[in-house]
């Protein structure tokens, strides 16, 4: 029997004496290590974070820095517009859904506002100004953005208010933000090692998680956390093994993350017993300029359209991926390609262009017929302001006229390329991890605590549904990252804390 | 902190004495658990069987009966269809897909004509004939029934012959199978405990599985097993916070199972570190005739077809719930709906009568104009005998006219009753389950054998990529567990063998 590295467990009485110890061990040094670290630093607690790269930032550090904070951020009044606790809830609970963690999104609602403000406290600043178009990373240095809040059906259920807070930067700001937050873990006094990668938690004789063991240079050490460890090490989008057994919808799509999300403190918690939910749920982005299709239209293998185009574009991609026969086109006219604003700074060109649709059909391999018919009856409505079949807002409805252009999502932004299946434009992250409680505790899988352990981040199951909105990993990791943080810092005895078990049941 | 029943492991060195001994113990007494019992006592082990109900049968009992058999058996040939291993593998590879377990199915399709044999030595019996049409549960005593071999995209990747084999009985055939099992058990002279719910897996010092500890009419009974523990305990479709946590497409609807499915051998396993997968796939059906769907269409709530009607029920019914705006809507004519055989035998009503389709849009919510487009084009093609969009086969394919009828599917052959929500006719069950190897062994979370812990039936994974086919799963727990059982009478020191291990990595 070829025995394959494990991630069982070690126990403290095989461990003569541990080369560190701390009160609360933080593994990962992403949004949600940093954040839990520095809350648990500020509660009073001795705290060591351990980061298996070569510095902190991880995944967090290479993303577009986008913040889902609302509830009325001084960003969201001066840009004119009121927002409430309450109506954010309502666009989270459908937008994350169907099927979201409701408890978690209420709090995460009410604490939004406080949330902004220890953002601000971190040293980010945010331009005012809103960016009005649809867009993954607006070109402009406004502060604010939608992420769909504006869009049928969500501006039906919530007053539609933008909540897309971008750290004032050049483009992506998700290194600002961790350079903010690794400067305010130091600064509270927290030690990092790096080239650290935990491989197994430790159990003591009852089963209480008292540190890990790791890998450091080559030599195995170990850490004690006489408090508590939190488990903060992403996703496992980079484990093909892993996305193969629970969500093969990613497999051989590309990737978002630093290239390190192998699941490794997931499985850690699996192999004590520990409860993971939703495996299968992910982030999927097709790379095709937001701004594009709400100008022009998404149709799929059979030249049909299937959504309104100006919707938060994680959901227009997930519709596609998940859902519709490929392969899936955008097509747009002349005049709306001319209207983007991002063109030449993505570099975007349509693979196809033709006078007639017919030939366009021929083109792409659509069935005779299904585009002109799809034109015409989108031109149709267009016409009169209306879009009665997806209802997508009036403002960006007109009538498409010759010549017409096709571009294939799949293809990402150089689209002279063709990639390996054509998927190089569509990528992902997995958002199903170890089970929590509101307060990070993790639960096994009789639903009880496993004492001593905390997750956040995307390593755990966050507030997520079936759907995703950026700027809610780094939101959710760094919010619950602090819950996390500071219920950790309590450490032994804590679960007669009146935010534990009974609501998490 | 409230502590809820736990699935932890018992350690055997905190037992006195154990109140029953045997070389291999088989929870659960379904399909998969009597074929796991039968061979592993052929092999020559003694063994005993614990089932929770007041008797075995488990939801095996209750199913349809249709085991999905191939590769050229005598009912295959004497209604003059040749088959073959390669050319089932090819089938099941695209209709169980994508991401199916090959290696799985590969052995399934290899082993099937010996698998039909065995069923025959249980004193099965299957009557001749083809039954030539569209159905769930053929109204005739047949014993051969398509499903979805003969129908795009699948005719084409494979030679069209059908599959679905059908035990000689007036309906449906799950209670014979599970009494002709159940009696060659007994004759086996395995001994079976009822009423007997296994609670936790028993370790030895080394984590080696040794036995479980059961309730028994309110006391707690352990359970030594020398050689093996073989999990059979079923799905989870039962269990409502299993269903929100993994699979929540089916929280609501209705369970296809005996009530008992609750997924407390998975959570045993996992408990100890086991591995699952797949834990979000489900099989759905919509109890919608298919006899009524392939002589009509089946559009969504924008008024589109959206798939051939002829496939596999459970692909359209997927498709459907899965896949589509809903409310989805049966749409037949006068001609078409005299035209089924079972329509009285299932007492099926349309929901709705109109004379023209303007009317019917309008009273089932659909946009102006679009079943009308729907059924242009589809009239304009079945005249021609041809589907372009989606391929029905052309013995369907027929102009609809008025008067036109609609059905909703979700709302179960009862048509005259709303329901909750409307999904009373919307009926399902999960397929993730525990991660095995080919001979049911299963892994732990590092993909390494969990010593003396086997798993079959729907406890565990099978052969299922995101897709399903009537009859793989009793073929599917009949099969891998009778591998299961042999495997497991081998006992201490089988991970030696060469199928173990190194196949599964």
Aim: contains cysteine; hydrophobic residues 40%; aromatic residues 8%.
């Amino acid at each position: 029997m070829s025995s394959k590295p494990t991630f069982a467990p070690a126990h403290a009485s095989d461990i003569e004496a541990f080369d560190h110890e701390t009160d609360v061990l933080v593994v990962g040094f992403g949004c949600a290590g940093g954040a839990a670290a520095l809350e648990a630093a500020g509660s009073g607690a001795d705290v060591l974070v351990i980061e298996r790269a070569g510095g902190p930032g991880g995944s967090s550090a290479m993303s577009g820095g986008e913040l889902y904070l609302g509830g009325g951020t001084p960003l969201q009044q001066s840009s004119g517009y009121r927002d409430s606790p309450d109506n954010m809830f309502a666009y989270l609970k459908a937008a994350l859904g169907p099927d979201a963690d409701e408890e978690k999104i209420r709090l995460y609602c009410d604490g939004s506002r406080e949330h902004f403000d220890w953002f601000c406290g971190l040293g980010l600043t945010f331009n005012p100004g809103l960016y009005d178009g649809q867009s993954w990373m607006p070109p402009t240095q406004d502060g604010l953005m939608w992420l769909g809040e504006n869009a049928w059906p969500y501006d039906r259920l919530a007053d539609a208010v933008p909540r897309g807070h971008r750290p004032a930067t050049e483009s992506f700001g998700g290194w600002l933000i961790m350079e903010k937050l690794v400067a305010a873990v130091k600064a509270a006094g927290v030690e990092t090692h790096v080239d650290t990668v935990a491989t197994r938690l430790m159990l003591d004789d009852d089963g209480r998680v008292v540190g890990v063991v790791a890998r450091q240079y080559g030599t195995t050490v170990t850490y004690r956390a006489r408090k508590a460890v939190i488990v903060t090490t992403g996703g496992f989008v980079d484990n093909e093994e892993m996305l193969f057994e629970h969500a093969p919808v990613l497999s051989g799509h590309a990737k978002v993350s630093d290239g390190l999300d192998d699941g490794s403190g997931i499985s850690m918690g699996l192999a004590i017993g520990a409860a993971v939910r939703r495996m299968s749920v992910t982030q999927i982005a097709a790379q095709v300029l937001p701004a594009m299709i709400a100008r022009g239209m998404l149709v799929n293998g059979l030249g049909q359209r299937f959504i309104n185009e100006d919707v938060y574009p994680g959901l227009a991609s997930v519709a596609a991926v998940r859902h519709q026969p490929g392969p899936y086109w955008v097509i747009i006219d002349q005049e709306g390609y001319d209207d983007i604003p991002e063109r030449d700074l993505w570099n975007v060109r349509p693979s196809h262009v033709c006078e007639r649709l017919g030939e366009l059909e021929e083109e792409l391999g659509l069935p005779e017929g299904s585009l002109e018919s799809t034109v015409a009856a989108y031109n149709h409505w267009a016409e009169r302001g209306e879009d009665p079949q997806f209802h997508k807002n009036k403002r960006w409805l007109r009538s498409l006229k010759a010549p017409f252009a096709a571009i294939d999502p799949r293809k990402g932004f150089d689209s002279g390329s063709e990639g390996g299946g054509g998927t190089t434009g569509v990528a992902g992250f997995t958002l199903g991890g170890l089970r929590t409680t509101v307060d990070g505790r993790v639960l096994d899988v009789s639903g009880n605590e496993i004492p001593g352990l905390y997750a956040a981040g995307r390593a755990s199951a966050g507030m997520f549904g079936q759907g995703y909105i950026s700027g809610t990993s780094l939101g959710d990791g760094t919010f619950f990252g602090r819950r996390a943080g500071r219920a950790a810092a309590v450490g032994i005895g804590n679960t007669t804390s009146d935010s534990g078990a009974q609501d998490a049941g």
